[in-house]
Each structure stands twice: as structure tokens, then as C-alpha cells.
């Protein structure tokens, strides 16, 4: 096996914004108060910029600004960067059901006529990708993820392997879910209505732009036992890991120590399903901006799947390398 | 840098595997049929290319996941490989996942459980997969799934990596299409001055992608280009669809002039024709240019699989040497005019090196360069 060059797979968190309602900002995901008014759909959800949209894809593109600001790449006439060299990845497994069964139901009681003559895209969830990569010129790959409890991890994941197979210095990541009638029925549960984007960065082109980095992609481990997983992925860095967001209500394993911070973002936000894992970064961006210490570890997981990220605090690095991680030594069941 | 293909399957409606469904292709047989999969009084159109395995009880959920488990057995059997995916990451590309057992349920048939609405269940169920990625990256969705592949295996991730892609008919996407489609088609005609629109066809295709020179290969992978117009939500456009052809050539390391054989995406809708072949008259300026084909009249637009289907006919082609051809392709469109467009009758043809082409909506294009083993 050869040993990815550093150049490229040096990956850094650069920016973070959330379109949640009531939240200001990703420092609201931990508790910490911060000066604003929250984010109010009825009123936000609105402008010529969101015309013929679905709801996932204008709360998407409400948390897409807020991240390209936050990463100084949003200048006022647009976001400044090039973008042949920048990819949009997205995560949501609910993203269009809405509209699905809205159209079956219209065509059962009327002709396709009065279905609508701008709804077409919004028939694929991979419209959300593209209408982020539009309104921000985005022309370097555009990727979506529906690939459930872990979708929002994938998509990091994802965003992090365009980088490192040299397809894009920049990757806008969203996850987003939106809460209807057609979910709540289908999920059964309080789910969340929101979205949250990453900006991922080449380390090289961050440092060159004098981009200021947020957090370091360490490795992002999957496999079918959550336990085994959560025991790789922390390994080495298990007594220093700061901050755990987990998926669900968990019982801490002993060997990530007593000092250990644990989150459920579920407790506050509902379910996030394929937004989890990016809502998940955004919570660790604030914890590292606020002078959180240690390692921090987002974790996923369902039925047979799981999926850990490790992300490192900004100023922490030669010392923890990124790691490759091949799918050949990802944990499996014993 | 690139890749072997191993082994290879397809499920379509002209044939439940791959050499059945090459075979139908070559003899201009198609798939075309009145839709049974619902009912299409409220529509303006009525034909489709299903795969009609619903049973009497009509139309059931999952098909789209059956069809994949299927294409994904037939490639690892022809790679000769076990069915056990637990080392071997799986990734899947399509437009509508599994939104057609959405549909059935909301409209009062079986609940589904959620974990069911990607393909993780499944494959982990039939095969072991440990890892597997469901990618909803419409109509170029299994192509950018092969340009993922190669970058896991690239990047140390994987050594062996299945590639595949499913989409069965959803009434909603066929309901929008009614609407938004000016004329009323009746069939695919890529290309033809008869096409009228685009018309879904329902399928599955999987592809076994190993690190070069590891054993048996059926083709060579060698480049995948991927990006977006950012752009128009529906309509292609000329300058992404050139960039995206421009960055497949570049990363291979090819000119246009090396190229045989273009697989155009060829949906059959004016926009589409129009726009892909005014581009590639373009490209391949130069010279008499390459054969180019299209399937889509043969199998339909199978969404987020037709990519994959293109590549995997390619490689047919290579194999069996010849090229079928632009099923019911009677008069070309003026842009096409001077493209060496297969027709009639297959075409005998040593292919070396072939072009796919994959546009989905939102602007999403790939397009893949495959080289004879």
C-alpha cells in the first residue's frame, strides 16, 4: 500500500453555518450563548433566490452562505474562489419525498397538468447539489448522499476524498433534512427541519489564502459494530479525545475516560438523520473556536452500520498525521 | 493511473444479463411497451421500457433493489469472485432510489422500512457488505459512482470496488416529465428529427473495478471526469458538457483523436440531441471522428444507471467487436450531421479506446474514457 502524499490529503475545516430554527449559529449546539437573533424560517425561507424550490433545498442553500462566510470565501459581490476547484457534496435521505408524494397525489386526482411545470428537478434529491453549485458557481463535481444514519459523516467523508484525489481544493458540504407531513408520518418521530454545511480545504490551499483553520480531518473509520468502531477510531487518541457527539443516547465506553464531553445533538434537535454527521462538524468547529480541548469524535450508526470521524483541534498537527484508512481494515462484526 | 473492469452484469428490459442484453441491442430489439407499471389515464404519455416481473398482484416495492442485487451477483460471478462484499466497498449510483416504495406507501400499499430506502440493507444482507454508498446523482449517478471507485483505489482505500447503479419508474417523476415535456414521446429517438422527449426505461448494471494488473481484466478503466455546469436545474449546457469531455481526455492523457468510439448519453429530448452533438462536432472536429452510439432507444433513459449501462455496452462492443446501433435512428438532427452515428445494423468495429458520456440534471456530467484489455 502506498502512502497518500501529504500534500493532498492534509484536509482542514474552514468554515461552518447552520440554517436550524431558533439557533444562531454552530456556538448554539453546545449550549454556549451567542449574541444574535436565531434563524426564523417563516421569514428566511424567502427571497427570488429560493423561487421554485423544495424546502430542503432552500434550507440548504440558507446554510450554505453563513458556512462560505464564515471560511472568508463569501466576498460582497459573491463568493471569491475558483470554482473549476470547487465541489459541492450533499446528504439527505428525506430531501424530496415531499414533493414525490405531493406529485402522486395530484396526478391520482387530476391530470399531470396540474402538476407543477417547474417541479421536475426536485423529482431527484441530487436538484439540492445542484442548485447549491449554481448559486455559488460550484463547477467541480457536485455529489449526494442518501446512505442513511451515516449519510452525514459519508458526505464528509466524501468531500474529504475529492480533495485528497486532487478533484477540488474547496468542498461545500450540506446536510439537510426538512420536516413535513410525508416524514413524519414515514419516521414516526421529532425530526429536525435544518441544514448545516462544512467547508472543507486542501491544508496547502487554506494556508495559501490565509484561510484560518477550524479543525483537522483526522480519519473517518466505518464498519458493522458500533463498538469496534468507536474502539478504532479513538485508539491511540482515545485519552485525548475532548468532546463526543454521538447519534444517539449512548453509555460511554470505559476506554474513553470520565473527562470526556458527551453530546447528543438528537436530545435538542430531534432526529437529523443524513444531516447528523455535518451538523456534528459544525458542533465541533464551535467547540474548538471557543478553546475546547482535545480530540473531537462524531459518531453514527444503525442497524448493522456505523461510521466515527476524528477531527483534530486547529493548532494540533505533525504529531497526528492524517491516517489512510482502508475499507480492507474497517471494523467488521466478529 | 488506471483501472480493470472484472466482470460486469446487467438487468434491463431486453435482457436479464449482460450478453443477452448486447445481443438485443445488436439486433434492434427494444424494450418499448405501454406502461403497466400504473395507471396512465392522467397522463399524456403511455409507453415506457419497464421490466415487467411485478406478479398479478401489481406493482410491488424494492424492484429497484432486486435488480441491483442481481447485477451486482452476475459481476462478481463473471469476475470470479465470492459473494462476499465484507472486505469490498460498494458503491451504488441512481436517480430515484427506492423513492417508487415511497410512492406505494403513501398511496396506501406496504410500509417500507426506512433502512430499505438505500441499498445498505440489502447488500449487506445478500453479500456481507460492510461498506456500501448509495450516491442520488441523477442521470450520471453510476458514472460518477466509477470516478468515486477509482479515487478509493487510488487513494489506498480499496483494492477491489464494486461499482453499480438501479432505478426503477417512480409515477411522480413520470407525472413531472408529462408535464414538463412539450411534446408527448412515445419513444426514444436520440439524435433522430423525429425525437420527441425522453421516455424512462428501468434496470439495473454492476461493475467489478480492481487496481490495474491484479489479475483477469475485460477492460481498462482510464479516466472519469466529473463536475457541473452550475448552471440551468434541467437543461445540459455546451460549455460544461465540453469541460467535462475536455477533463476525461486530459486525465488519460488522450487527444480526441485517439478516441473510437463515442457512447453519447443521447436522451432523445431536443436539448439534449441538440447541445451533446453540437459538442461533440466540436470535439472531434478534426479527422473522420469516432463511431457513436446511443442505447437509450433500445433500453430507455435508465436514469442514474444509463452511465454505467453505456460503459458496460462499450465494453461489449470491444469484446465482441461490433458496435449496435442508434435503435429507429432514421434521419439525424442537423447538429449530428456530420457524426459517424451507427445505424440500421450493428456496426463490425475494432474498438481500442471509447468515450461515455453522462449528463444528469442539476448540470451533473461525467464522462468516462475505457480502453481495450
Given amino acids: 500500500m502506498s502512502d497518500e502524499p501529504m500534500a493532498r490529503t492534509a484536509v482542514v475545516v474552514t468554515g461552518a453555518g447552520l440554517a436550524i430554527r431558533g439557533l444562531t449559529g454552530p456556538g448554539d449546539l453546545l449550549g454556549s450563548s451567542v449574541d444574535g437573533t436565531g434563524f426564523d424560517p417563516e421569514t428566511e425561507l424567502r427571497g427570488r433566490d429560493l423561487r421554485h424550490k423544495d424546502r430542503a433545498t432552500r434550507l440548504a442553500l440558507r446554510s450554505v452562505e453563513p458556512a462560505l462566510r464564515d471560511a472568508g470565501l463569501l466576498g460582497a459581490g459573491g463568493p471569491v474562489l475558483d470554482g473549476t476547484r470547487s465541489a459541492v457534496v450533499v446528504s439527505s435521505n428525506t430531501g424530496n419525498y415531499d414533493s414525490v408524494c405531493a406529485y402522486v397525489d395530484i396526478a391520482a386526482r387530476q391530470t399531470s397538468r396540474a402538476v407543477s411545470a417547474v417541479g421536475l428537478p426536485h423529482t431527484s434529491t441530487s436538484a439540492i447539489a445542484g442548485w447549491i453549485a449554481a448559486g455559488h458557481g460550484l463547477h467541480g463535481p457536485a455529489v449526494t448522499l442518501c446512505n442513511g444514519a451515516t449519510s452525514g459523516l459519508d458526505a464528509l467523508h466524501w468531500g474529504r476524498n475529492l480533495i485528497a484525489a486532487d478533484r477540488a481544493d474547496t468542498v461545500v458540504v450540506t446536510g439537510v433534512e426538512p420536516d413535513n407531513d410525508v416524514v413524519h408520518k414515514l419516521l414516526g418521530t421529532r425530526t429536525l427541519d435544518g441544514a448545516a454545511t462544512i467547508v472543507l480545504e486542501s491544508a496547502t490551499h487554506a494556508a495559501d489564502r490565509g484561510g484560518r483553520v477550524r479543525a483537522r480531518w483526522h480519519g473517518l473509520h466505518r464498519g458493522r459494530d458500533h463498538d469496534e468502531v468507536l474502539r478504532t477510531a479513538s485508539g491511540s487518541l482515545a485519552p485525548d479525545i475532548g468532546l463526543w457527539l454521538t447519534g444517539a443516547r449512548e453509555t460511554r465506553p470505559a476506554h474513553l475516560g470520565t473527562s470526556v464531553r458527551q453530546v447528543d445533538l438528537a436530545d435538542a434537535l430531534g432526529e437529523c438523520g443524513g444531516a447528523l454527521g455535518v451538523v456534528q462538524c459544525a458542533a465541533v468547529v464551535a467547540h474548538f473556536d471557543a478553546g475546547g480541548g482535545g480530540v473531537a469524535l462524531a459518531t453514527a450508526s444503525a442497524a448493522g452500520v456505523s461510521a466515527a470521524l476524528t477531527l483534530l483541534p486547529p493548532g494540533h498537527h505533525p504529531h497526528f498525521p492524517g491516517r489512510v484508512v482502508r475499507a480492507s481494515q474497517m471494523t467488521r462484526a466478529t | ?373
Fill in chain 2, 1 to 373: 493511473m488506471s483501472w480493470d473492469i472484472t466482470g460486469i452484469g446487467i438487468v434491463s428490459s431486453v435482457g436479464g444479463d449482460a450478453r443477452t442484453t448486447y445481443d438485443a441491442l445488436c439486433a434492434g430489439r427494444d424494450g418499448l411497451a405501454p406502461v403497466r407499471v400504473f395507471d396512465t389515464a392522467n397522463y399524456r404519455a403511455r409507453h415506457a421500457y419497464e421490466i415487467d416481473d411485478r406478479g398479478p398482484g401489481g406493482d410491488r416495492p424494492l424492484r429497484a433493489t432486486g435488480w441491483l442485487l442481481s447485477a451486482v451477483a452476475q459481476a462478481l460471478a463473471d469476475a470470479g469472485l465470492e459473494e462476499d462484499l465484507a472486505e469490498v466497498p460498494v458503491l451504488v449510483g441512481t436517480t430515484l432510489r427506492e423513492q417508487r416504495s415511497v410512492e406505494l406507501w403513501w398511496r396506501g400499499g406496504p410500509r417500507v422500512p426506512v433502512d430499505r430506502l438505500d441499498f445498505g440493507t440489502a447488500l449487506r444482507e445478500r453479500f456481507a457488505a460492510t461498506t456500501s454508498y448509495t450516491f442520488a446523482n441523477a442521470c450520471a449517478a453510476s458514472l460518477y459512482a466509477l470516478g468515486l471507485a477509482a479515487d478509493m483505489i487510488d487513494l489506498g482505500q480499496a483494492d477491489t470496488v464494486v461499482v453499480a447503479g438501479t432505478d426503477s419508474i417512480a409515477e411522480s417523476t413520470f407525472a413531472a416529465m408529462d408535464r414538463a415535456q412539450t411534446l408527448v414521446p412515445d419513444a426514444v429517438r436520440p439524435f433522430d428529427r423525429g425525437h420527441r422527449g425522453m421516455v424512462m426505461g428501468e434496470g439495473a448494471v454492476a461493475a467489478v473495478l480492481r487496481r490495474a494488473d491484479t489479475g483477469r481484466s475485460l477492460a481498462r478503466l482510464r479516466s472519469v471526469g466529473l463536475s457541473c455546469d452550475a448552471a440551468h436545474p434541467t437543461a445540459p449546457a455546451a460549455g460544461g458538457i465540453t469541460a467535462a469531455v475536455r477533463e476525461a481526455h486530459q486525465l488519460a492523457g488522450v487527444t480526441p483523436g485517439d478516441i473510437e468510439l463515442v457512447m453519447l448519453h443521447g436522451t432523445g429530448t431536443a436539448r439534449n440531441d441538440e447541445t451533446e452533438a453540437a459538442v461533440m462536432s466540436e470535439v472531434f472536429a478534426e479527422g473522420p471522428g469516432p463511431l457513436m452510439t446511443a442505447v437509450k432507444s433500445g433500453v430507455g433513459h435508465t436514469l442514474g444507471g444509463s452511465g454505467l449501462f453505456s460503459l458496460l455496452t462499450a465494453v461489449l462492443s470491444m469484446r465482441h467487436g461490433a458496435v449496435p446501433p442508434v435503435i429507429g435512428l432514421r434521419e439525424p438532427i442537423d447538429e449530428a450531421a456530420g457524426l459517424r452515428l451507427v445505424r440500421d445494423a450493428s456496426r463490425p468495429a475494432p474498438i481500442g479506446l471509447a468515450q461515455v458520456n453522462a449528463f444528469g440534471f442539476g448540470g451533473i456530467n461525467a464522462v468516462a474514457l475505457v480502453e481495450k484489455a
